[in-house]
């Protein structure tokens, strides 16, 4: 089945240093990819929608200039978290419209990235 | 834009017992709902979905209903066992409109023996 490879699943970096999150589409090609983030006990909050090819659409709220998001390729999307502080420290996660369960319906998920911001 | 309500947000039940979560959503265009049980750090998992053209699916214990009309659809487990313990979330999304895929806000589910 359809496989989105994330990395890294756990990184501890310094306040004011910058994290990048890869999200590789393993057997489908993913023109679209969703960024999310999911704080201690929270729902999964939708951060912003990568295009390949194409500016990402950020969700309101979110901060396109900290939530750097790069979709260059069909089977790659990337998220930098830039001058990152404690408050960013959460857990990320992307997801992919993909060959899911129910007849080509369905979203892969990739594994997600656990960021520690000391 | 889409809205999803949960609730509840804990459910506490013996095991043997059913579970019904409830959730409802907001945009009347919205054509997938999926629910996902997620452990912790992991990633979400997909335990059953429902497409608007359907009112009903069921898979072994687990069985989801969707009224389009009230905008809410419902997932119900029976026969709860100890494993079934973890946190689930509804999700509705316009799959084929770019499918965002918004969550509702979960709900912590404990079986106890």
């Known amino acids: 089945g359809a496989v989105v490879s994330q990395h890294p699943s756990r990184v501890i970096c310094k306040s004011g240093t910058s994290v990048k999150i890869e999200c590789r589409s393993l057997?489908?090609?993913?023109?679209?990819m969703f960024w999310y983030r999911q704080f201690p006990k929270q729902s999964l909050m939708l951060m912003a929608t990568?295009?390949?090819?194409?500016?990402?659409?950020?969700e309101q709220g979110v901060e396109k200039d900290k939530f750097l998001i790069n979709h260059a390729s069909l089977t790659l999307s990337t998220l930098t978290v830039t001058s990152a502080h404690p408050e960013d420290s959460s857990f990320y996660i992307c997801?992919?419209?993909?060959?899911?369960?129910?007849?080509?319906?369905?979203?892969?998920f990739g594994s997600g990235t656990r960021l520690t911001v000391v | 834009g889409e809205n999803v309500e949960q609730h509840p947000s804990t459910l506490s039940v013996q095991e043997g017992d059913s579970a019904v979560i409830k959730c409802t959503y907001s945009?009347?265009?919205?054509?997938?709902f999926p629910w996902y049980k997620q452990e912790l750090g992991k990633r979400p998992q997909l335990i059953i979905d429902?497409?608007?053209?359907?009112g009903e699916k069921k898979d072994q214990r687990i069985a989801v209903t969707l009224n389009k009309t009230a905008k809410h659809f419902s997932l119900h487990i029976t026969e709860t066992q100890p494993e079934d313990s973890a946190v689930y979330f509804c999700?509705?999304?316009?799959?084929?409109?770019?499918?965002?895929?918004?969550f509702g806000q979960g709900t912590e589910l404990s079986v106890k023996p």
């Open positions: 997801s992919a419209p993909g060959t899911g369960a129910t007849l080509g319906y369905g979203y892969t």
């Open positions: 057997d489908f090609q993913a023109t679209t």
């Open positions: 990568s295009n390949e090819g194409s500016k990402a659409t950020y």
């Open positions: 945009d009347s265009a919205s054509n997938y």
């Open positions: 429902i497409r608007s053209n359907v």
């Open positions: 999700a509705a999304s316009i799959y084929n409109q770019g499918g965002k895929l918004i």
